[in-house]
């Protein structure tokens, strides 16, 4: 969890819609494997970045699509980012609902919700595809839905 006001939040309290946090993930990667503008893409593709109120079946505050930077850099990275999705879906960059914030303390969810796609993968699958998540990227992003690919130009 992160960006809120609350130290060591839960699940539940996250969920409460009361502490100002949003559900993230942690991403600790080696820019000699892949690249920050690779992970930005990838985010992009694999949210619908014009739906600020949550995502797919996930609605509320605490599920609004957010990217926290790190540093000037990654901020950079971040906006040319957007502009970029936004070209690329045809829409203006006010359209994109995804929030670009310096990074706030990172607070690891519980434990029964780390690897949880994994972990649970039938009940994960139902649930992706009972919200419809994969059609929505589909819709939104076409054949590069759920993928890193160079921005189209």
């Known amino acids: 969890y992160s960006g809120g ?8 309290q996250v969920s409460s819609e009361t502490t100002g946090h949003q559900e993230a993930v942690q991403v600790r990667f080696d820019p000699e494997q892949i690249s920050y503008a690779e992970l930005l893409r990838s985010y992009w593709r694999n949210v619908d970045p014009l739906d600020g109120g949550g995502q ?3 609605r509320g505050d605490s599920y609004r699509p957010v990217i926290f930077t790190a540093d000037a850099a990654q901020a950079q990275a971040a906006e040319a980012s957007a502009d970029a999705a936004a070209r690329e879906l045809g829409q203006p960059r006010s359209a994109l609902k995804v929030e670009l914030r310096q990074a706030a303390r990172f607070w690891p969810a519980e434990g029964d919700h780390q690897d949880y796609s994994l972990r649970n993968k039938i ?4 649930y992706r595809f009972a919200c419809g ?12 839905a ?3 690919d160079s921005w189209s130009d």
Do not use: I, M
Not at 133 to 144: A, I, N, Y
């Open 123 to 126: 009940k994960y699958n139902y």
């Open 146 to 148: 759920r993928t890193a």
């Open 133 to 144: 998540r994969d059609r929505r990227l589909d819709q939104v992003w076409g054949e590069k």
């Open 5 to 12: 006001h609350v130290d060591r939040p839960t699940y539940r």
């Open 56 to 58: 797919f079946c996930d």
